[in-house]
T-cell receptor, first 114, second 113 residues
Framework: EPEVTQTPSHQVTQMGQEVILRCVPI?????FYWYRQILGQKVEFLVS????????KSEIFDDQFSVERPDGSNFTLKIRSTKLEDSAMYFC????????????FGPGTRLLVL | GEDVEQSLFLSVREGDSSVINCTYT??????LYWYKQEPGAGLQLLTY?????DMKQDQRLTVLLNKKDKHLSLRIADTQTGDSAIYFC?????????????FGKGTHLIIQP
């Protein structure tokens, strides 16, 4: 059964550094998402992406964040200048359609900013 | 704004039924979902319900929706040790765009032998 994959599984970075989190969505899916989960907190929506552009973004997704689908298979989340509070588990998800949003989630990348 | 609330822990005995509750605030929620997260794993969609339905059953899982009270529950019959996980309630507007899911904090289901 096809799965959403994410790399790396863990990343440690210094405050102020740029990080790129990578995701390979399921191949026939059209909608792509990033969520984050700060330890002990709820899973929070960051951004959705469809037809090569951002469809919706939350207040968390400020100018420090960007997403890209560079080659038709990867879907990346870039954080330009990481802050301590960016430490979280970042989940990528993809879905074939919306209404309902039956997204498949990846296993997550745990980001630790020191 | 949208908010989804769940109790943090539920402890049940193996073989009993588990009932996990959730309340939400957004009356325009069109779809409500239950996700399961096992330790170290991603989120797995268990089931969902359309807001014009009251109940949905899928094997051991029963979802009940009280739209008037904005209350959603997940009942797991004959709870097994493999059901031990965090269960997240979520909702979406379903307006046709790539709208994201709004999650609750999750309920830790603890199974006693």
């Amino acid at each position: 059964e096809p799965e959403v994959t994410q790399t790396p599984s863990h990343q440690v970075t210094q405050m102020g550094q740029e990080v790129i989190l990578r995701c390979v969505p399921i191949s026939n899916h059209l909608y792509f998402y990033w969520y984050r989960q700060i330890l002990g907190q709820k899973v929070e929506f960051l951004v959705s992406f469809y037809n090569n552009e951002i469809s919706e973004k939350s207040e968390i997704f400020d100018d420090q964040f960007s997403v890209e689908r560079p080659d038709g298979s990867n879907f990346t989340l870039k954080i330009r200048s990481t802050k301590l509070e960016d430490s979280a588990m970042y989940f990528c998800a993809s879905s074939e359609r919306t209404g309902p949003n039956l997204a498949d989630f990846g296993p997550g990348t745990r980001l630790l900013v020191l | 704004g949208e908010d989804v609330e769940q109790s943090l822990f539920l402890s049940v005995r193996e073989g009993d039924s588990s009932v996990i509750n959730c309340t939400y605030t957004d009356s325009s929620s069109t779809y409500l979902y239950w996700y399961k997260q096992e330790p170290g794993a991603g989120l797995q969609l268990l089931t969902y319900i359309f807001s014009n339905m009251d109940m949905k059953q899928d094997q051991r899982l029963t979802v009940l929706l009280n739209k008037k009270d904005k209350h959603l529950s997940l009942r797991i019959a004959d709870t097994q040790t493999g059901d031990s996980a965090i269960y997240f309630c979520a909702e979406s507007y379903g307006g046709g765009g790539a709208d994201g899911l709004t999650f609750g904090k999750g309920t830790h289901l603890i199974i006693q032998p």
